[in-house]
């Protein structure tokens, strides 16, 4: 979007007085109109990073400059930390052609920018019929040991399951990514960044609780 139909938008919105979020990525113009949104009832930040590997970033095509799209990401983080009441929510993805060192890269970069990071979600891949992924994937299947997973549930809604490479399985990557949402978002954070929902407090926590996301002594 050109940045002055966003600046209209965000002065549309503070007009209406409503807390809202939306999706953007940390290598666009941000810079020249976060705070507006931030004045105009921007609520949750929600950037889907979706790797800090460059490698991983290069497969999926995410960018052409993997290095400053991560800088970028470093460099929003910190300008977010310091407008209170802004939940920063970060989406992760486990691609095809994951290894242990390029997921060493994206824990780290979280580990690094952990303090200031609410809540973060973590996903298994899902390979979506015709689409660039699915019509290359006998590439990824000879270079890195990916490999489709058919089932009837999922095969309905036109998707298939992934073992993303040799190194790791659907099941372990579930088990990684449900790990890792737990080890890097803080209740209070899941529950800002569930904001947008519209669901309460207490439904946000009890579905959370049911998923196992968190644990509780009470």
């Not at 007085?17 to 666009?28: L, P, S």
């Amino acid at each position: 979007m050109k940045n002055k139909n966003t600046l209209e938008i965000a002065e549309g919105l503070k007009k209406i007085g409503i807390k809202w979020t939306i999706e953007f990525r940390a290598d666009g113009p941000w810079k020249k109109y976060l705070q507006k949104l931030y004045e105009s009832g921007f609520s949750v930040a929600n950037i889907g990073m979706e790797s800090a590997s460059p490698t991983i970033l290069k497969i999926m095509n995410k960018t052409k400059n993997p290095e400053k799209y991560i800088n970028d990401m470093e460099s929003l983080i910190k300008e977010i930390s310091t407008l209170e009441n802004l939940a920063l929510r970060i989406n992760f993805m486990f691609y095809v052609g994951e290894t242990p060192q390029t997921v060493r890269e994206t824990i780290s970069f979280i580990s690094r920018n952990f303090k200031d990071i609410d809540s973060i979600l973590y996903t298994p891949v899902f390979i979506v019929y015709v689409t660039k992924l699915y019509l290359n994937f006998e590439n990824y299947e000879k270079e890195f040991g990916s490999k489709l997973i058919h089932t009837p549930y999922w095969g309905k809604r036109h998707l298939n399951l992934c073992q993303p490479s040799k190194y790791f399985s659907f099941e372990e990557v579930v088990h990684f990514c449900n790990a890792a949402e737990k080890i890097f978002s803080t209740e209070e954070g899941w529950i800002k960044s569930e904001a947008y929902h519209y669901s309460p407090r207490e439904e946000i926590l009890e579905d959370k609780l049911r998923m196992g996301r968190f644990e509780t002594g009470k």
